[in-house]
């Protein structure tokens, strides 16, 4: 009776079973990566919205403050969409008959308001405070990224709770004075040594608490 | 960590080792009533016991105590089998794991077109409105997030809700229907369109029907016209009646609601000649006898009344003086739970308490007032002669400071003789005061039904407007607005919440509009008007009464807000016009000046002078002012001078007359379902009625002694430890219940004596309220409307499912080896001014006797930045039972309501519950009764914490127990390792997700949970976070205070209080540092964050 299997399918048997091995390391390294990737967290992609807003346009050519449109940044946990009106305010006098803005003027006209696309959509059970972050020095930047850049807004980081951690658990990476909260080109990140030690005592000067506090479960989760 | 676990895991399997091969020792053999030869036996009796089963140590309790749910209660009535359910389970696995990958769908943020003022997305805002039951208004404070009401609160700035301290920063309790009321609101059974003879029609359909049919009705000057109200307050509702009564001079007004004050108007009526409406000010009295009456939970003003009440009861080393409280009752209440002296009486031995008791205070006291000759008329009670002597000499040493309180339940007698003694003990004007009734139009409301019912028999009736109320449903049986009377009526409307009874056999339905929706006014219980103001535009096609009764009026399309409005615009001009006239009569004596009023004009708005301004700005100014706080100021009903006289009660009166052979009935709303109306509201059905733990129905109270007499069993558990009851038959003056009547044995009930809650039975009350129960309304006649003797009852056929939490959740040591548990302490007043502990006290271990880390939960050192130190303290002396923490946590914290099916099985979601525990041998007469509310302890040393195999249930740096839903998995070890039994699992999917508009009424800071996950009491960490947030913007510490959880926010007595345990200057470290302070189960070495202050009581000395 011949051989079912020839002497170089050892070889073949051998680096299976080696193989399953890195088989399975790379399926979960391939799972940790998807699980990462924009595919599944939704960062960088761009979100098409009914009006062509550019934040990049109206932050950076105009010098617009966050805090015209995004009035409650400071006072509520969320940080508001401008009313129809506030658009109404400057495009009653500007581009007042541009086709692109005909979605605004049709919501003034009929009151029925704009459905904008949600950019940063956090899972119900996370409860996002804007006011404390922007309070404690947490620069807009830092989690939206370069706004002003963004001719169409997308979302800058990955929002998952090991991104939210890395702040929570060091303060002193990403915070900056309370007055550049709102600057733009200001660093989004504190990467030298003197940078983290000047993060280190605004984070003692703004009173914020220890990461002992900052990674309690019911800081964020309800 | 790993290595505490290790050992954690040893002890459990030699636990288990131990108790496998039933080694547990047995319990007693014996059913309910072999409780006495335990008490004569070796072991040590309970001193404190939940349920009849518990006091005879019967197996149902052992196995309750042993298992937190009963055994295979998931194969219980389970149409899938075993095997059925695990290849189910295959298929939906597979399809679980592909449905956790999808993505969420983006979702979109539609921001407004004009953002209101002060609008912030995400950032509630309160408006002050009320609620009212029976006419009488719980002042309240709304939250509406994104304009959807979420929560109500007590308005804090009412003066119903400040006491007479002007630091007081006010009381935001309610009572547990307005609680409930936000589920109504969102309700989808709720009346949507105006229907005729069920069919859709607009409303503007009933507006053209409604003016031909009066334009044929205005020759005869209305005299077909017939309207029926509940009790009416509203100034507004009142103006527009007479009005409407102006214009049609021959149409008439009937006023009818099944808990009506009938009796204590007759009973003032009896005493003074006229009616009138009594005050208390508990804030005052030093001594109190309650006769039947319920004021700390069933009663007008009683929040207020509860919270004076328990003022005067919060003993600390700073105040030592404590008030008493005397009960005498029919039936056993939260209030005679309260009480230091309990007697329980049969209806109809009351009159003859009350006359003994009389004789006792009048001779005595050298009254202003000429004591009555009283006919003595007396029998027997159950209340010895010398206890009564003892308890009219306390009473009269504590003259002036003393109240003596009625039920309306009483009959008019024993009013008029409680209006006797509290003038004989000359408390009249200090702690009662008496002034004109609070009812737009004052009336005896079975009368006024019985003449309505004549007309509607004599042919007289055209059109009967029937605004608000069930009167089909609830008009007493032998004055029954049926069927055949109704249809004797060419034109029915009626206006009402729900398509109800009366709804069915009416023409017309209009949809009512609930209170957070409509424009109103009304009475508080001391008269202050306050304003109903809506939050929120009506859901579907609603309607007000206002908007009802405008349509006949020749303004019949005006606005609810404008109607209101015109009306105190108008009082504004009448009271300039008044008030110029009146100028030569203000010289008069201030205190006959009202009663003038009054007299001219009985119950008009201008019997109070509020200060309406008559010129048009400052009137809107003082008009947005009342709005804003919720009432009028200066409405309060002035106090009236009435002279007593005791000439009505010479002659013997009728009623009552103990010599009639049989039953006794006593009628009483339910506790929470009240008349029937709060039917269909599922978190009202599933809270437990404070003394009975009855969920989901209504039953027949009576005595353990009655039970033996009409041989009457518990059986417990077909297949697990379900609480089948016997039934009874009840017959009554040849009327009889057409439902099955469960019995329940009630400790504490009077022998003799059937207590039969009314508001159940409902055939048409929404999907929630439908056939729960029986319907006592259908023996109660208008002659024995709250009491009757003489009714045969005798052992029904079949037994009766009851879903009874009594038994769940128990704290007792599951392994029976030891004393019972100390898990309620309770010390008499002198015992406490003496130093004595409790007895019983148990040792505390050492806090390093323990597996767990012993630094880990050190609060004082935590190093936490701001470190604050979460806890709460529980003064169980002030908790009354009224259950209002309970069905706040529900609102508060989106809790699910779980059906009866599921409550039987142990499985109701609340967070905090309120354990009833009687006290001493005797289950006919305890010696006592007490309520602890139970939420989770967030212990230090947690035992739910280290046998989570997934980290769900951790610790946070500030000592919360925090409970992470997404990392739960359901294993369920937490809640078999919790000693307190407060964590609650979803069995199913028990959140309704699919009604939409049960998703508007929905906490948006509180996750909503889903099947599969386990959940607990949070300490409200929403509201800390928040507080947090805010004080941490302004730069500062959360003050005491700023953080008020909602069971605490909702406590009428102030007994639980919430704070931070490292600031030794807060409230609840100053309780915590009391003499009374105890940990529950603290031998467990738990460290519980929430601890309790020790009841007390104060006995005289001299009743033993």
């Known amino acids: 009776m011949p051989q079912i299997f020839h002497h170089s399918t050892n070889a073949l048997a051998k680096l299976t079973i080696y193989g399953a091995v890195f088989i399975l390391v790379a399926l979960l390294w391939v799972t940790a990566e998807l699980n990462r990737s924009s595919w599944n967290t939704g960062q960088w992609v761009e979100r098409q919205q009914p009006v062509q807003f550019s934040h990049k346009h109206h932050v950076g050519d105009d010098g617009i403050d966050c805090r015209y449109c995004h009035t409650s940044v400071e006072t509520a946990a969320s940080a508001g969409l401008p009313a129809t009106t506030t658009c109404m305010n400057c495009h009653k006098q500007i581009w007042a008959d541009s086709p692109y803005l005909e979605p605004v003027r049709e919501s003034f006209r009929t009151g029925k308001p704009i459905e904008w696309i949600r950019v940063h959509d956090l899972p119900d059970f996370a409860y996002f405070n804007h006011s404390i972050h922007v309070n404690k020095g947490v620069g807009c930047s830092t989690c939206h990224g370069q706004v002003d850049q963004m001719p169409i807004a997308y979302q800058a980081s990955t929002l998952q709770m090991e991104w939210c951690l890395g702040c929570h658990r060091n303060p002193e990476k990403f915070v900056r004075p309370k007055e550049k909260v709102f600057d733009m080109q200001w660093r989004q990140e504190n990467k030298t040594n003197d940078e983290i030690a000047e993060g280190r005592s605004l984070a003692t000067k703004y009173h914020i608490q220890p990461p002992n506090v900052l990674t309690s479960c019911s800081t964020c989760h309800r | ?1104």
């Open chain 2, 1 to 1104: 960590m790993s290595e505490d676990r290790h050992i954690n895991f040893k002890l459990m399997r030699q636990y288990i080792l131990d108790h496998q091969d039933g080694s547990a020792p047995k319990p007693a053999a014996g059913g309910l009533y072999s409780i006495q030869p335990l008490v004569a036996g070796t072991e040590k009796s309970k001193k404190y016991w939940r349920s009849l089963e518990e006091l005879a140590d019967a197996p149902e309790f052992r196995e309750f105590v042993a298992r937190e749910f009963p055994q295979q209660a998931e194969e219980w009535n389970d149409p899938f089998e075993r095997r059925t359910f695990l290849k189910l389970m295959g298929a939906s696995l597979a399809l679980a794991g592909l449905s956790g990958c999808a993505f969420q769908p983006p979702e979109k943020i539609v921001p407004y077109v004009k953002q209101p003022e002060e609008e912030v997305p995400g950032k509630a805002l309160f408006f002050a409105t009320a609620s009212s039951l029976g006419g009488i208004a719980t002042p309240l404070l709304a939250r509406s997030n994104e304009g959807r009401p979420t929560k109500v609160e007590g308005n804090p700035d009412h003066p119903n809700s400040r006491n007479h301290d002007p630091q007081d920063r006010g009381s935001s309790a309610t009572d547990i229907f307005s609680q409930a009321s936000i589920l109504s609101l969102y309700d989808p059974d709720r009346a949507q369109t105006p229907l005729y003879r069920d069919e859709s029609r607009t409303w503007s359909t009933f507006v053209g029907e409604i003016r031909t049919a009066l334009d044929e009705q205005r020759p005869k000057q209305g005299a077909g016209i017939r309207f029926l109200t509940e009790t009416v307050t509203s100034p507004t509702l009142a103006a527009q009646l007479k009005g409407i009564l102006t214009e049609f001079p021959q149409a008439k007004w009937h006023q009818y609601e099944p808990a009506n004050n009938d009796n204590a108007r007759a009973g003032a009526v009896m005493a003074f000649g006229q009616p009138v409406n009594t005050i208390y000010d508990f804030s005052k009295a030093d001594r109190i006898l309650s006769l039947d009456a319920d004021f700390l939970a069933a009663m007008p003003g009683t929040l207020r009344y509860a919270r004076d009440f328990a003022a005067r009861r919060r003993v600390s080393e700073a105040q030592k003086e404590m008030n008493r409280l005397y009960m005498v009752e029919t039936t056993p209440t939260t209030t005679g739970a309260s009480a230091d002296h309990r007697w329980s009486v049969k209806p109809s031995e009351m009159e003859a308490f009350g006359r003994k008791l009389l004789m006792e205070i009048t001779p005595v006291v050298r009254s202003t007032v000429q004591p009555p000759q009283i006919t003595p008329n007396i029998h027997a009670t159950n209340v010895p002669d010398q206890w009564v002597q003892k308890l009219a000499a306390d009473l009269v040493t504590h003259r002036e400071s003393s109240i003596v309180i009625v039920g309306k339940e009483q009959p008019p007698i024993i009013h008029a003789l409680t209006h006797l003694m509290n003038s004989g003990l000359l408390n009249v004007g200090k702690t009662v005061n008496y002034s004109d009734p609070l009812e737009a139009n004052s009336a005896d409301q079975r009368q006024s039904l019985q003449e309505l019912l004549n007309d509607i028999d004599g042919s007289r009736v055209e059109m009967l407007v029937i605004v608000g109320g069930n009167p089909v449903y609830n008009t007493p049986a032998d004055l029954k607005l049926n069927q055949e009377r109704m249809f004797k009526t060419k034109l029915r409307v009626h206006l009402s919440q729900y398509r109800d009874e009366t709804s069915e056999l009416c023409h017309w339905n209009i949809p009512e509009t609930h209170h957070l929706e409509a424009w109103s006014d009304t009475r508080a219980y001391d008269g202050t008007v306050t304003i109903v103001q809506p939050l929120i535009e009506p859901l579907y096609q609603n309607k007000s009464a206002h908007e009802l009764l405008a349509v006949f009026t020749a303004k019949y399309d005006q606005k609810p807000y404008d109607i209101i409005r015109e009306y105190w615009r108008n009082a504004g001009k009448q009271q300039t016009v008044n008030s110029k006239q009146q100028t030569a009569n203000r010289t008069a004596s201030n205190a006959e000046r009202p009663q003038d009023a009054a007299n001219s004009n009985p119950g008009s708005s201008t019997t109070t002078t509020p200060t309406v301004p008559s010129a048009s700005t400052d009137f809107e100014s003082w008009w947005r002012k009342c709005v804003h706080d919720g009432f009028v100021p200066g409405t309060a009903l002035p106090t009236k001078t009435v002279s007593v006289n005791g000439a009505n009660l010479e002659q013997p009166v009728a009623g009552g007359t103990p010599a009639i052979p049989g039953f006794e009935l006593v009628f009483r709303t339910d506790p929470t379902i009240y008349d029937g109306r709060f039917a269909n509201n599922g978190w009202l059905q599933e809270l437990p009625k404070p003394l009975t733990k009855l969920t989901w129905d209504n039953a027949a109270l009576v005595s353990p002694n009655t039970a033996k007499q009409l041989g009457l069993e518990k059986t417990n558990g077909k297949k697990g430890r379900e609480a089948y009851v016997d039934t009874v038959k009840i017959s009554y003056q040849g009327r009889s219940i057409s439902d099955a009547v469960p019995a329940y044995i009630m400790p504490g009930q009077p022998d003799g004596v059937i207590t039969l809650h009314l508001g159940y039975g409902r055939k048409r009350a929404g999907r929630v309220g439908n056939d729960h129960g029986f319907n006592a309304y259908e023996i109660r006649t208008a002659a024995a409307p709250w009491s009757g003797a003489g009714a045969q009852v005798e052992k029904g056929p079949a037994t009766y499912l009851l879903a009874l939490t009594q038994q769940h959740f128990n704290m007792e040591d599951p392994n029976f080896s030891k004393e019972p548990r100390d898990i309620y302490r309770e010390q008499t007043l002198e015992q406490y001014l003496h130093g004595e502990h409790p007895e019983n006290e148990s040792e505390m271990p050492a806090k390093d006797d323990t597996l767990y880390d012993p630094n880990l939960y050190d609060y004082q050192n935590q190093g936490n930045g701001l470190n604050y130190a979460w806890g709460m303290a529980i003064d169980l002396n002030n908790c009354i039972g009224c259950n209002g923490c309970t069905i706040a946590c529900q609102s508060e914290n989106n809790i699910p309501v779980v059906g009866k099916e599921q409550v039987v099985r142990s499985r109701e979601m609340h967070w905090i519950r309120l354990d009833t525990y009687f006290q001493g041998d005797d289950a006919s007469n305890p010696e006592g009764t007490h309520f602890m509310p139970v939420p989770c302890m967030h212990c230090e040393n947690a035992p739910c914490e280290p046998v989570c195999p997934v980290h769900a249930t951790v610790h946070s740096a500030e000592g919360l127990n925090d409970m992470v839903y997404n990392r739960c998995v359901g294993t369920k070890y937490c809640s078999n390792n919790c000693p307190y039994k407060v964590r609650r699992f979803n069995f199913f999917l028990y959140q309704d997700w699919e009604t939409p508009t049960y998703q508007l009424m929905r906490n948006p800071d509180v996750s909503v949970r889903s099947r599969g996950v386990m959940e607990k009491c949070t300490y409200c960490v929403q509201r800390i976070q928040s507080a947090k947030i805010t004080s941490e913007i302004e730069g500062r510490k959360v003050r005491d205070g700023e953080i008020v959880t909602a069971c605490q926010a909702v406590c009428p007595t102030e007994a639980i209080v919430f704070g931070d345990i490292n600031d030794p200057n807060s409230k609840v470290s100053k309780l915590k540092a009391e003499q009374r302070n105890y940990s529950l189960l603290g031998e467990l070495n738990t460290i519980p964050r929430t601890t309790y202050l020790s009841a007390l009581r104060n006995p005289n000395p001299e009743i033993k």
